[in-house]
């Protein structure tokens, strides 16, 4: 009798256990680590998403910072210099030196000599809300390209300005870009835009954490991420949990649908975060960007 009611009390046990999919959103502070104010969302005097509108976008989802960058730089320009705005919507702005003027630049700027001496002007010129704090995003569709003149330059110099830099690439130019700094990528501050946009194995982006210590993922887009409920599937539960320290979230507003659904995106951010240890949470919500920039 004893033995049977001990088994079906371990039966209860194991049932609630098995439920993770019930925990609840998490409800801390979120760091938008890849956020774009762009041209076509609002040029300073038409488009469908005005400051007010984004700072309320961000106000009413808990994103507390954002790292800004934009094309052309003017957006992030507009952000940094409404600084009574973004106090009263609660949100810090961190800005970065976009690398495109325009869309022909995606293809340009790591051979583009007047894209370095532009940088280094917003770098001089700093903004409103304090110096740029990093370079990017920057595209690179073939990862050859992380060999070119200019991506070399502006490598070496976050390397040796202590800058970030958030890059859309490859696992292969990841390797390309740490070798073309000073450090070798063992200081180099590089923020990887969606971990891999294109798929590169767990394993991969595990021996890659492991190689540069100052590495970090940011999980827009990232295939494979989330799975039944919106919760991370388990391999990337795994890899999560074994670098806490290591990830960071975003929005991706490179094009005005992403704006229309901020909402949507953050809510989805919540719900997986909620699955992991309140600390690992609140780590990749906010402490591991906030840490990075020297946000309280
Ligand atoms: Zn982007």
């Keep these: 009798m004893g033995i049977r009611f001990l088994a079906i009390i371990l039966v209860a046990i194991g049932l609630a256990a098995g439920l993770p999919a019930q925990a609840a959103p998490y409800s801390g502070p ?23 509108d984004v700072l309320a976008r ?19 320009r507009a952000l940094a210099e409404a600084g009574a705005a973004t ?10 030196v976009r690398l495109y003027r325009d869309r022909a630049d995606y293809d340009n700027w790591f051979r583009d000599d007047t894209i370095y001496q532009m940088v280094q002007a917003e770098l001089a010129r700093g903004t409103p809300a304090g110096p740029y704090r990093g370079l990017g995003e920057f595209h690179l569709y073939d990862s050859a390209n992380a060999n070119g003149p200019v991506a070399r330059l502006l490598m070496a110099l976050a390397d040796n300005r202590g800058l970030a830099v958030l890059a859309h690439v490859d ?6 870009l740490m070798a073309n700094t000073p450090s070798k990528g063992q200081q180099t501050r590089l923020i990887w835009a969606h971990t891999g946009i294109g798929g590169a194995p767990v394993a991969r982006v595990d021996a890659l954490m492991a190689r540069y210590p100052l590495l970090m993922g940011e999980l827009s887009y990232r295939p494979g991420l989330t799975c039944d409920g919106g919760m991370l599937c388990p391999e990337w539960r795994a890899l999560l949990l074994k670098y806490p320290n290591r990830f960071v979230i975003g929005s ?22 909620g699955g992991l240890p309140p600390e690992v949470a609140r780590a990749i919500g906010w402490d591991n960007a906030a840490r990075s920039f020297g946000l309280k």
């Design 171 to 176: 696992d292969v130019a990841i390797d390309l």
């Design 58 to 76: 961000m106000q009413r989802n808990g994103v507390r910072a954002v790292l800004a960058n934009s094309r052309p730089n003017d957006g992030t």
């Design 87 to 96: 106090a009263q919507a609660g949100v810090t702005v961190v800005p970065f």
């Design 252 to 273: 991706d507003t490179w094009v005005n649908q992403r704006w229309q659904y901020y909402d949507e995106l953050m809510q989805g951010y919540r719900t997986w975060l």
């Design 30 to 52: 979120l760091f938008d680590a890849h956020l774009h104010y762009n041209q076509e969302a609002w040029n300073g005097q038409t488009g469908p998403h005005p400051l007010s």
